[in-house]
């Protein structure tokens, strides 16, 4: 927008044929407008003539002291008619209709107004001076057109009434091209413009070059193109701000806004209204200390600030603040001086954000830690503390100085692999562990740890790492339990089982050979002494002899009998030919007593293991057969033997239903509340040879897997079918 751009402000019947002098002042500074006005209305009351105020609720007030700081009596002024004081919002809402003014409502409500305030003025004129913001909130509301059409029956109404009037514009309200129009509209409804404070200079020079220094005679003249030019000056300079205005409204975190000098807010955001509850209009020209807690208001905290500020280049504070509905919120606050190019005070820019989310995050979790600090404290059977992410002890509770032996002021910075034995810190052991939690999300093991007098304890082990909110490795929870009287006893048990396994499988095998010896000898002799009736009677007497032969038949099935039971509870082959030919023997009567048929695979250099290897091994097929039988209803049965690296290994598998999940679950998690008592039995049999046995199910089948150390395998001669 430029000089050459403007329209022509030729008389049209306005401006430039009134009687009294129309005004018009554009401000950037609250704090300028204010001054500029109560010099205008406070030397007018001081001569004795009339003033009317319409104006915002702030400026009304704020003017109202300035008036009272030049010693006038604004009480009896109003008593007696001479200042009159309305509110611009009200008044509107009196004369506007349909979105536009209605010219007679508007001529009769203010020329009655004029001429009540010339009758009361006490000067020799009868002079009245006025003040109108009403156009400017209807710019401000985006109605132009309603505006000009104000300022055309304020033309109007001088025709018939004398008083000097003023209206005044915030020139942030012409920041875009399309406004041009309306401002040189505006300007040419006014006998005289004063540009923004920018250019205060300017506009004296021009007043006084002109004769109007603070006062205006009657004499009718237009808007001159200095005057104009200065004007456009402004707004295009405010053009220039307005991108920066428009990213200030946009931003509705930040409550971002000015004050003057003085600390009166002079521009409001939409963040601003968003945190703080008040609407622009409401805020701005009030001081920005209402924002503070009444005590803060008391000890002026918002000046000093104010001063830090002047002093610093900006001042920063964290502290409770409070809404226009009085409800508090924590906030950041920065505030920094705002100076011009010859380093004069223009003001002060505030951000203020509001953190209370924050704030009541770090209150709940300061909180948290001191529970769980007093927890960890009262916990005294837990060693609980916190490793740096290298593994050095960062906190420590009474748990861990009692099962470690160590106090905080003992512990607190050194490396946690001094829990560790001397040959665990050489393996790397402790740094290891701390690999794997942060690879796994945790790490839990069982096994010695060392107290500060040296001695061992059998220590349950979890280190958690620790992360922040950005997910960066801060550290390592490590919760440490000495259960070395839980381990004790379960070795002691583990030591019972085994003692009475083995005396059960010495039993087995004294019932066995008792069955075979003594038994079974008798049982033959019958047999065969059964033979020998049998041979002599029948040609006597044949009934006689079919019911000794009957005999003979249930005394052979006997002999088979005892034979089977007494090598089921101990077969000698075991010992005598080794686990490879007692399991072909066994598969075949297992197959013949329960229909299921079986299959076995070898390898073929498998040989003979330790006599306590077989056994077990061997009792673990046996257990895992009768379940088949008892529990799979699988028709197939298939069992294997390998030797691979050491380790020798027998498998079963079925086809069957499978075992249940929580069933497997339970096993994994304790071998005393393992599956049955021969299972519970065969994997004490196990550990004991420092083997395992795993168990794995789906609903196609189940797969029992035992494993025994083998370092030596003596080469036997497979058996011949």
């Excluded at 105020?53 to 704020?62: F, L, N, P, W």
Aim: charged share 25%.
């Amino acid at each position: 927008m430029s000089t050459s751009e403007m329209p022509s402000l030729a008389a049209d019947g306005h401006g430039s044929e009134q009687g009294s002098p129309h005004v018009v002042q554009f401000y950037s500074d609250e704090g300028f407008l204010l001054e500029e006005l109560g010099q205008f209305v406070g030397t007018a009351l001081a001569a004795g003539s009339s003033a009317v105020v319409i104006a915002t609720k702030g400026h009304e007030d704020y003017l109202a002291q300035k008036l009272k700081a030049r010693g006038l009596d604004l009480t009896s002024a109003i008593a007696s008619g001479r200042y009159v004081p309305l509110n611009a919002a009200e008044m509107l809402s009196k004369f506007m209709e349909d979105g536009l003014p209605n010219e007679d409502r508007f001529c009769e409500m203010f020329g009655a107004l004029i001429a009540r305030a010339a009758a009361s003025a006490e000067d020799e004129n009868r002079r009245v001076v006025a003040f109108g913001e009403m156009v400017a909130l209807l710019f401000a509301e985006g109605r132009p057109e309603a505006a000009i059409r104000v300022e055309k029956l304020w033309n109007q109404l001088a025709r018939s009434h004398s008083f000097s009037l003023r209206c005044a514009y915030p020139m942030q309200g012409f920041c875009r091209q399309e406004h041009a129009g309306p401002l040189l509209r505006i300007c040419a409804e006014h006998s005289s413009v004063i540009p923004d404070e920018k250019y205060e200079e300017n506009y004296r020079n021009m007043a006084s070059d002109r004769g109007r220094v603070r006062h205006f005679s009657p004499t009718s003249f237009s808007p001159t193109p200095r005057e104009m030019q200065n004007v456009i000056s402004s707004v295009e300079s405010h053009l220039k701000e307005e991108q920066f205005r428009l990213f200030m409204e946009v931003v509705p975190d930040y409550a971002i806004y000015m004050l003057d000098p003085q600390g009166r807010v002079s521009t409001w955001n939409a963040g601003a209204e968003r945190i703080k509850g008040y609407s622009a209009s409401e805020i701005v020209g009030r001081n920005f200390s209402c924002f503070y807690l009444p005590e803060e208001i008391l000890s002026s905290k918002s000046q000093k600030l104010l001063d830090l500020a002047l002093q610093q280049g900006h001042a920063e504070d964290e502290g409770w603040r409070t809404r226009k509905d009085g409800t508090s919120f924590w906030a950041s606050v920065t505030i920094a001086a705002v100076r011009d190019k010859s380093g004069q005070l223009l003001g002060f820019g505030n951000v203020t954000r509001d953190l209370s989310e924050r704030r009541r995050a770090e209150i709940a979790l300061c909180r948290s830690e001191d529970r769980f600090h007093l927890m960890a404290e009262a916990v005294h059977d837990y060693a609980i503390f916190m490793l740096d992410p290298e593994g050095y002890v960062n906190t420590w509770n009474t748990g861990a100085e009692r099962i470690k032996g160590y106090k905080a002021s003992e512990i607190i910075g050194r490396h946690f692999s001094c829990f560790y034995s001397d040959e665990e810190v050489r393996s790397g052991k402790p740094t290891r562990e701390l690999e794997e939690a942060v690879k796994n999300g945790k790490f839990e093991e069982e096994g010695w740890r060392r107290r500060k007098d040296g001695s061992l304890f059998w220590a349950n082990v979890v280190i958690t790492p620790v992360r922040n909110e950005a997910n960066k490795l801060i550290g390592f929870a490590k919760v440490t339990r000495d259960v070395t009287e839980r381990m004790q006893k379960e070795r002691a048990l583990r030591d019972l089982t085994l003692h009475l396994l083995r005396m059960q499988d010495e039993e087995r095998k004294r019932i066995g050979r008792d069955l075979h010896d003594t038994l079974g000898q008798c049982v033959t002799a019958m047999k065969i002494s059964l033979d020998s009736l049998a041979a002599s009677v029948q040609p006597k007497d044949p009934e006689t002899g079919k019911q000794v032969l009957q005999c003979v038949h249930l005394a052979e099935e006997c002999v088979r009998e005892v034979r089977t039971i007494s090598y089921l509870l101990y077969p000698p082959m075991l010992e005598e030919v080794g686990l490879r030919s007692a399991i072909y023997w066994y598969l075949e009567g297992f197959t013949s007593r329960s229909g299921i048929r079986a299959t076995f695979d070898v390898s073929p250099d498998f040989g003979r293991l330790s006599r306590d290897a077989e056994l077990a091994l061997f009792r673990v097929l046996q257990e895992g057969l009768t379940n088949v039988h008892r529990h799979s209803g699988s028709e197939t049965a298939h069992v294997r033997l390998s030797a691979q690296e050491g380790t020798a290994t027998l498998e079963i598998s079925d086809e069957g239903t499978g075992i249940p999940s929580a069933v497997l679950e339970e096993w994994g998690r304790s071998w005393q509340r393992a599956m049955g008592v021969g299972l519970r039995g065969m994997r004490e049999r196990l550990t004991q040879l420092g083997g395992e046995l795993e168990i794995s199910s789906s609903d196609r089948g189940t797969t029992v897997r035992a494993t025994v150390p083998a370092a030596e395998l003596s080469q036997v001669s497979r058996p011949s079918a």
